[in-house]
């Protein structure tokens, strides 16, 4: 199964420039067949261009007339939740079997981590890869859910205010939104709660992630093992990801219990402490934007099982 699959990427700023550099030096099953941005001067265009990539700075309208598009089978969107929304309907009009990868808040289609539930959404023409802090988070979560029920999640992302961009900046509210809904649906927990920190440290500090879950009570050691193994197999698309110290445990009993607003207030249970660290591969970002690099590699995990799922059908 020799043949890959073209993909073209609508966004051509750091997370599209990012992204083409991952499926050039890294993909088994897709090429990169056009580069798509709205900005005639920028420099993922004129690095898509030098690398021999079709380019257009026209937008979703210019992918369509490129000669190339009628070969695309699979779209990356690294835009806006706004043109999201917009580039769907465009490009169903002419392609409707196209496979989109939503890398914006638009959340059109299902939420896809692809750890916890990809298998799910093979088949779908639209998936949305949450958040950088849901794809570093809602598989710790996911892991505690497998052990025990989860009656609340919460995440805190730390992120470096360096790579923290403008579309970023303007999507706070969508960013805990998406999250927190995200926690809930994908990672199991009865209710969830996320929170973003932009921090302004120099030099630069890589991506910090810490999670805490309350379940019901349950053994430890089960619980640690399970998040040992979620953390490995997220570890195979992003290197970059690890555990920063081990995880930690505390019983709360009945005499002291938890009042979580918007859950309960004598809550008990097993509570689950999980510090994370995410470096990027610094393919074309900085090492210290692991919130960058962990949605690319997200997004290019996902396209590959689609693709090799789309290949092995099509020769079957």
Not at 152 to 170: F, H
């Given at each position: 199964m020799?043949?890959?699959?073209?993909?073209?990427?609508?966004?051509?700023?750091?997370?599209?420039?990012?992204l083409?550099?991952?499926i050039?030096?890294?993909?088994?099953?897709?090429e990169?067949?056009?580069m798509?941005?709205?900005?005639?001067?920028s420099?993922?265009?004129?690095?898509?261009?030098?690398?021999?990539?079709?380019?257009?700075?026209e937008g979703?309208d210019?992918?369509t007339?490129?000669?190339?598009f009628?070969d695309?089978?699979?779209?990356?969107?690294?835009?806006s939740?706004?043109?999201?929304?917009?580039n769907?309907?465009?490009?169903?009009?002419?392609?409707?079997?196209?496979?989109?990868?939503?890398?914006?808040p638009?959340?059109?289609g299902?939420?896809?981590?692809?750890?916890v539930?990809l298998?799910?959404?093979?088949?779908?023409r639209?998936?949305n890869m949450?958040?950088?802090?849901?794809q570093a988070t809602?598989?710790?979560?996911?892991?505690?859910?497998?052990?025990?029920?989860?009656h609340?999640?919460?995440?805190?992302?730390?992120?470096?205010?360096?790579?923290?961009?403008?579309?970023?900046?303007?999507n706070?509210?969508?960013?805990?939104?998406t999250?927190s809904?995200?926690?809930?649906?994908?990672?199991?927990?009865?209710?969830?709660?996320a929170i973003?920190?932009?921090?302004?440290?120099?030099?630069?500090?890589i991506?910090?992630?810490?999670?805490?879950?309350?379940?019901e009570?349950?053994?430890?050691d089960?619980?640690?093992?399970?998040?040992d193994?979620?953390?490995?197999?997220?570890?195979?698309?992003?290197?970059?990801?690890?555990?920063?110290?081990?995880?930690?445990?505390?019983?709360?009993?009945?005499?002291?219990?938890?009042?979580?607003?918007?859950?309960?207030?004598?809550?008990?249970?097993?509570?689950?402490?999980?510090f994370?660290?995410v470096?990027?591969?610094?393919?074309y970002?900085?090492?210290?934007?692991?919130?960058?690099?962990i949605?690319?590699?997200?997004?290019m995990?996902?396209?590959?099982?689609m693709?090799?799922?789309?290949?092995?059908?099509?020769?079957?």
């Open positions: 020799a043949k890959k699959l073209k993909a073209a990427i609508i966004g051509s700023g750091n997370i599209g420039t990012d083409m550099i991952k050039m030096r890294h993909s088994e099953h897709l990169v067949g056009a798509v941005g709205i900005d005639v001067a420099d993922g265009l004129a690095r898509a261009a030098r690398m021999g990539v079709a380019t257009t700075h979703v210019g992918l007339r490129l000669p190339v009628r695309i089978d699979i779209v990356f969107d690294a835009t939740a706004a043109a999201h929304v917009r769907d309907a465009f490009l169903r009009q002419l392609k409707p079997d196209v496979r989109l990868i939503d890398l914006t638009a959340a059109i299902p939420y896809c981590v692809p750890v539930n298998d799910a959404h093979i088949d779908a639209n998936v949450v958040t950088c802090g849901g809602i598989p710790i979560v996911a892991a505690v859910s497998r052990v025990a029920r989860v609340y999640g919460e995440i805190i992302a730390s992120i470096s205010s360096k790579s923290a961009g403008p579309g970023t900046r303007a706070i509210d969508e960013f805990t939104e999250t809904k995200a926690i809930e649906q994908i990672g199991g927990a009865a209710k969830g709660k973003i920190v932009l921090n302004p440290a120099e030099p630069p500090l991506m910090r992630d810490t999670v805490y879950c309350l379940s009570p349950a053994d430890e089960a619980v640690a093992r399970s998040i193994d979620m953390v490995m197999a997220v570890n195979r698309y992003v290197p970059g990801y690890r555990l920063k110290q081990k995880v930690q445990f505390d019983r709360i009993e009945g005499h002291a219990p938890l009042n979580i607003p918007g859950v309960g207030a004598r809550m008990t249970g097993l509570k689950t402490s999980v994370l660290e470096e990027g591969a610094a393919h970002l900085p090492s210290y934007a692991g919130n960058l690099d949605m690319t590699s997200a997004a995990a996902c396209a590959e099982r693709a090799a799922e789309m290949l092995a059908n099509a020769t079957a």
